[in-house]
Each structure stands twice: as structure tokens, then as C-alpha cells.
């Protein structure tokens, strides 16, 4: 007969991490040995109850995932049909044979054949069963460890034999039988009461431990809609375990509940980090924690943090140009954060001659006195909503994310030769607007060249310098051969293409934007892509 050690155990119980994820105790020490517990291996039929005090196993609690027995001479043939039980008890000792812990304040851990547990040493070793059912102890009771053994047959001769250990009280309680197998709901009387039982080994699954969270920082402000999350992984200690995988719980400060990721596959660093795939929203308030999970199950979430995300960034305007040798149309452009492109670009016009509450005039008249000014171009426009502003400002056009745009009678069916003014709004994939292009938030521009007015087809020739001969010198007010077309000069700003301020006469003023335009509607190298010494030659049709 073998003994467990010949200097066996100087303390009742001892602690091995079994992996990272596990912790194992010991239970029992000393050198005696039980044929007992946990089933007498030469009857047929066998139930087992043992009580293990909890300052026996004086650890914090947790779910119980491997029960070890050591055996010392191996005669388990017939024996290894087993239904084990665990359960938390107040009992500290069976008071009588009758005195068995009810089977419905049990839990069943394990139901099957045991033989292929035994260790490969046949003479001797330990027999860890790994249970099917984990049992979450909760070191605030005693421990009952029942076994209901099922075989028909038995070993001969004297059975199997096991280490044990004397507590002193009676803590074992045993019914064996060849002929009568007993029924854990009702058990028989015990044959027996015992002081002397098993040695056994406990291993715990640890959970895993709480995260520590890094990034985005708590109440962080102006957050990329694709943060990073970072966390540092738990530490790996008594109670907790290593962390398999991790799952990130967020939501906004509307959402009732939280979406959650799993996040697994990481590799064993000190600090995660996690590029969210899923674009946020702008400008938006986000409450984010943590877990991290093992085989155990998932643990605690850290202390929730929030941030809140950035704006979806305006556009910048680029150009707002009369379209080159062509008439009713402007051309479009600007500019967009790469980083947080938009999906979509909306465009908002506003016609000079329908702003509201400013007498005013289409072309070819506008307004002489100049009445419209940066003070009266406000921005009143719900981006949210697809009605004209109380100024008059119209949506003309949402087009996928783009840098520039064309606007002409196709994309907005109501324009005509006139003045005109842009604005943007940037719009994300939930539909999200930005602000308005920064002050000016808008840009303006004819939509036509000054001094196309025979043929309307965006080139200033000899055609309209005859229509402009015919009315030189005319006055509005009386003169017969007026012609309110030619009434172009100065405008706004001086400029060759600036909105006409109209003076009520045909003179050198009207003339000088006719000839800065002449054969030069487009803005190729000014005077007309011909050097600046060639003279210009007007003609004109008889």
C-alpha cells in the first residue's frame, strides 16, 4: 500500500495557480487512508455525503470547475458510474445516520463514467473530474460533496483505497449495498458515520478581472465619429483570471440600452486598443464602459465614462463663378476635412431678385440704390427641413460627397440671367448636418456675362457690341432707342463680372464692361490669352 507522502501536508489546505485562469486548493492533510469515501468499491451500489468546513477552504468563493481525489491502490473497475453533487451547507457535521444534506438543496455538477479521469499511474495518483456543471461556492457556508454510484458489480477483494484526513467530527456519511441502490431523494439510514474523509482538491475558475479605462478620456470633447477605445487589461492575481476577450458596451444619452461588441482574438498586452469600425454620430454625447470575459463568464464593467463627439466639420467654399462661355449657369466650388468626409453636399440658393422684404428687380433692372448688402444676407435656413427660408433661401441640390457642382437650369429649373447666392451644408451618413461655410457663409455670382444680350449664348462678340452701338447715349427717361440690356456699367465692384449697378444711361461706364468681356468669358490669361502689348480691334457690323 502506498502512502500519500510521508511527510504530508504541514498545512490543512494549500493554494497552486493550476493555470491563468484557474486557482486550486487542497483540502486535508495527513497520512490515513479510507476505503469509504468516496464510494466503497467493492458494493454494487453507493451514497456519499462529506462536509468540508469553509475555513477548511478559506477562499474568497467562486465557481468550482475541478474535483480531485487521491487514490492509493486502483480497484475501480466495477465502481465508475458517478453522479456527484455539491451544495452550500450551515451543516459543520452530520448529527445522525439520517442526518443527510436534502438532495434539493444540491446542485448536480456531474453525471457519467469517471474511469477515464484516473490518473495513468494505475497503482496511484489523482483523479480530477472535470465537472459539467461548475458549482458557484460561496465560502460563506460549509461544502457537502455528495456521490451517487450506480454500477452494477463490484471489485474483489478489498476495494479501492484513498487518502484521507481525520476532522475530528463526524463528517462523512456512507450507505453501500449490493442489492439495494439507494435514491439520493429519499436515502436509507447510513451504514456508517465517519471522521475519516477524502483529501480532495478544489480548482476554482477565476473570473476575469475589471479593465481599467484609458481612451477617449472621461468628458472628452470634439472625439473622432472612429475613436480609439483603450483599455488596460486586468491584472492577473488570487481572485481574478486571465481575460479572454472583451466586450464594449456603448450607447448615446437617448438610447435605453447599449450596444455591445465583442472584442476577442487580442493578443496578452498590457493595453488594448480597439479602432471602432462602426461610424458615430456628430456631435453626439456617448456613454462607453468595458468588460472582459474567460470561460468562466463575463465580469464586472468598469465605471462608465462618456464623450462627446466632434462636429461634422463645414465646408469651405473655393470659388462661386459665372461658368465660362456659358449663360445661365455657375459654377461651384469647395472644399471638405478628408479625415470626416461627408456623404452627402446639400446646396441652398438665394435669388437677388426674390428676397424677401427688398424692393428690388430681375434682370435686366436689379436695384439701383443698392439696397442689398451683408447685413440683409442671413443665414435663416433649417437644413432639417426642406422649405424655403423665411428670406427666401430654396434647396436646389443634394448630390453624394463631391468638391464642386455645375448650377444650371437642370439642377435648378427656376433660374434664370440673374444674381445668385450659395450656401453649403455638409450632411453625414445618418444625416447629420453641419454649420454653414465660415463668414462669409455665402458667395454670389452672376449667372450670365454682362453684356451677352443678342444672342444669350455666353460669348460677347461684334453682335453685341452693335446692340450696344444703337443705344449709345441713350437715357432712361426719354430717350427712344433705350435699351435696358446695355445698362450694365459700373457694377458692384467695378469688376468685368460683378453684379450691373444700373445708372439710367448707355455711356463709357457700360461701354468698358462690354469690351472687358468681348471675346473673354472665360478666365484664361487676362486680356484674352494674347499678350497684353496686341491691340484690341472692335468691329463693327454695318
Known amino acids: ?320 463663378l459665372t461658368t465660362p462661355n456659358s449663360n445661365v449657369s455657375i459654377d461651384l466650388e469647395w472644399s471638405y476635412d478628408t479625415n470626416n468626409p461627408p456623404a452627402y453636399i446639400n446646396i441652398w440658393a438665394l435669388d437677388y431678385s426674390e428676397i424677401n422684404g427688398v424692393e428690388t428687380h430681375p434682370y435686366p433692372y436689379y436695384d439701383p440704390v443698392n439696397l442689398i448688402n451683408e447685413d440683409i444676407i442671413v443665414n435663416d435656413i433649417n437644413p432639417y427641413i426642406d422649405e424655403i427660408s423665411p428670406l427666401g433661401w430654396k434647396k436646389i441640390a443634394r448630390i453624394p460627397t463631391s468638391n464642386h457642382l455645375t448650377v444650371n437650369n437642370y439642377i435648378f429649373p427656376e433660374m434664370v440671367r440673374g444674381y445668385y447666392y450659395f450656401t453649403l451644408f455638409a450632411e453625414s451618413n445618418n444625416g447629420q448636418m453641419s454649420d454653414v461655410p465660415e463668414e462669409p457663409f455665402y458667395r454670389e455670382s452672376l449667372s450670365y456675362w454682362p453684356g451677352d444680350v443678342i444672342e444669350e449664348c455666353g460669348i460677347i462678340n461684334a453682335n453685341d457690341i452693335n446692340i450696344l452701338s444703337l443705344t449709345w447715349g441713350a437715357n432712361q427717361e426719354y430717350s427712344q432707342n433705350w435699351n435696358p440690356f446695355c445698362d450694365v456699367g459700373p457694377t458692384l465692384d467695378r469688376s468685368r463680372r460683378s453684379r450691373p449697378m444700373p445708372d439710367g444711361v448707355i455711356n463709357i461706364e457700360d461701354l468698358m464692361i462690354f469690351a472687358m468681356n468681348y471675346n473673354n468669358t472665360n478666365y484664361d490669361y487676362y486680356p484674352r490669352n494674347i499678350p497684353e502689348i496686341q491691340p484690341i480691334t472692335i468691329s463693327m457690323n454695318s
Open 1 to 320: 500500500m502506498k502512502k500519500l507522502f510521508s511527510i504530508f501536508y504541514l498545512i490543512l489546505f494549500s493554494f497552486t495557480f493550476a493555470n491563468l485562469f484557474a486557482y486550486e486548493i487542497q483540502v486535508g492533510i495527513g497520512n490515513q487512508n479510507t476505503k469509504i469515501f468516496p464510494v466503497q468499491t467493492n458494493f454494487d451500489y453507493n451514497y456519499t455525503q462529506q462536509i468540508y468546513s469553509k475555513n477548511y477552504i478559506s477562499y474568497n468563493g467562486g465557481k468550482i470547475t475541478k474535483l480531485s481525489f487521491y487514490y492509493e491502490e486502483n480497484n475501480i473497475a466495477n465502481s465508475t458510474d458517478w453522479v456527484i453533487y455539491m451544495g452550500n451547507t450551515d451543516k459543520y457535521e452530520f448529527n445522525s445516520k439520517n442526518d443527510w444534506v436534502p438532495i434539493d438543496s444540491l446542485f448536480e455538477v456531474y453525471s457519467g463514467n469517471i474511469y477515464n479521469f484516473l490518473s495513468n499511474d494505475d497503482d496511484s495518483g489523482w483523479m480530477t473530474i472535470e465537472l459539467s456543471n461548475p458549482f458557484n461556492y460561496d465560502n460563506n457556508k460549509n461544502l457537502v460533496i455528495a456521490i451517487d454510484e450506480n454500477t452494477i458489480g463490484h471489485a474483489s477483494g478489498g476495494g479501492m483505497q484513498w487518502s484521507g484526513f481525520n476532522d475530528g467530527r463526524w463528517k462523512g456519511l456512507s450507505y453501500s449495498s449490493n442489492s439495494n441502490n439507494p435514491d439520493p431523494v429519499n436515502p436509507p439510514e447510513a451504514e456508517s458515520r465517519r471522521n475519516i474523509i477524502n483529501i480532495i482538491k478544489l480548482e476554482f475558475s477565476l473570473p476575469p478581472g475589471i479593465p481599467i479605462l484609458n481612451l477617449p478620456q472621461n468628458g472628452a470633447i470634439d472625439v473622432n465619429i472612429r475613436p480609439i477605445f483603450s483599455w488596460i487589461v486586468p491584472e492577473v492575481n488570487d481572485f481574478y483570471g486571465l481575460s479572454e476577450g472583451y466586450k464594449l458596451y456603448i450607447k448615446t444619452e437617448i438610447d435605453e440600452e447599449y450596444a455591445v461588441y465583442d472584442i476577442n482574438n487580442i493578443a496578452e498586452i498590457d493595453t488594448i486598443y480597439y479602432e471602432f469600425i462602426t461610424l458615430l454620430n456628430y456631435n453626439t454625447t456617448y456613454y462607453w464602459t468595458v468588460s472582459s470575459y474567460n470561460s468562466i463568464g463575463e465580469g464586472e464593467t468598469a465605471p462608465v465614462r462618456y464623450f462627446v463627439t466632434l462636429s461634422l466639420p463645414a465646408l469651405t467654399w473655393v470659388k462661386c
